[in-house]
C-alpha cells in the first residue's frame, strides 16, 4: 500500500520569505510524486511532478519540489513566497499502478 | 485545449434522494477518476474509469457507482443520499499512464439536508 504524510497542518510565512511544505512518502516500487495546489471552491490545480532524473524538479509558479530518495521526501520550495501563495497545498504519491493518494493538505498562509 | 469539466456546479439534495454528475474528460484523455473532498476525511478515492471499464476502486459503499462513456465522459451516481455524503466531488482526466498527470475540474459541490 502506498501513503503520503505531510506533517504539518499549516504553514505561515511572511511574504518574500521561503515557503517550505513537507511530504514524506511510503510505496512499493519507483514512486511518482505529485505536488498540487487549491484555491478556495476551486479544484486541484497541477504544480510539479517527478517521475525519474534530476532530483530537483522545478514547476509553476516559481514551485520546485526536492525528491530525496534516503529519506523518502519530496519537500516543495519557493524561494520567495507571495500572498497569492497563500491556499491549500496537496502531495501525492503513485507506484505501478494507477492509484493517487494523496496527503491530508497543508494549509499556506503568507502574510503581507 | 479545453480543461476538464464538471457539471451542476452545485446541488442540494435531501436525504434519501439520488444524484447524478458528470464529468467531461480533456480531448484525448481516456482515463477519468473521481475523489470525494471533505474537511474531516480529505480526498479521498472513489473509482476510476478507462475506455469504459472500471479499473481502480476505492473503500466506498456500493450506494457510489460510476461508468464512463465511449467518448470518455463520465457520470458518477450516489443513491440513497446521507447527510454524510455532502462533499466536494472532483473529476480527474488523464492520458493512459501512470507517469501522467491528473487534471481535476473545478468540482461539483453536493450538499445534502
Known amino acids: 500500500a502506498q501513503s503520503v504524510a505531510q506533517p504539518e497542518d499549516q504553514v505561515n510565512v511572511a511574504e518574500g520569505n521561503p515557503l517550505t511544505v513537507k511530504c514524506t512518502y511510503s510505496v512499493s516500487g519507483n514512486p511518482y510524486l505529485f505536488w498540487y495546489v487549491q484555491y478556495p471552491n476551486r479544484g486541484l490545480q497541477f504544480l510539479l511532478k517527478y517521475i525519474t532524473g534530476d532530483n530537483l524538479v522545478k514547476g509553476s509558479y516559481g514551485f520546485e519540489a526536492e525528491f530525496n530518495k534516503s529519506q523518502t521526501s519530496f519537500h516543495l520550495k519557493k524561494p520567495s513566497a507571495l500572498v497569492s501563495d497563500s491556499a491549500l497545498y496537496f502531495c501525492?504519491?503513485?507506484?505501478?499502478?494507477?492509484?493517487?493518494?494523496f496527503g491530508a493538505g497543508t494549509t499556506v498562509t503568507v502574510r503581507a | 485545449k479545453a480543461g476538464v469539466t464538471q457539471t451542476p456546479r452545485y446541488l442540494i439534495k435531501t436525504r434519501g434522494q439520488q444524484v447524478t454528475l458528470s464529468c467531461s474528460p480533456i480531448s484525448g484523455h481516456r482515463s477519468v477518476s473521481w475523489y470525494q473532498q471533505t474537511p474531516g476525511q480529505g480526498l479521498q478515492f472513489l473509482f476510476e474509469?478507462?475506455?469504459?471499464?472500471?479499473?481502480n476502486k476505492g473503500n466506498f459503499p456500493g450506494r457510489f457507482s460510476g461508468r464512463q462513456f465511449s467518448n470518455s465522459r463520465s457520470e458518477m451516481n450516489v443513491s440513497t443520499l446521507e447527510l454524510g455524503d455532502s462533499a466536494l466531488y472532483l473529476c480527474a482526466s488523464e492520458a493512459d499512464s501512470y507517469q501522467e498527470t491528473q487534471y481535476f475540474g473545478p468540482g461539483t459541490r453536493l450538499l445534502v439536508l
Open positions: 501525492a504519491v503513485r507506484a505501478n499502478d494507477y492509484k493517487l493518494s
Open positions: 474509469y478507462f475506455s469504459e471499464t472500471q479499473r
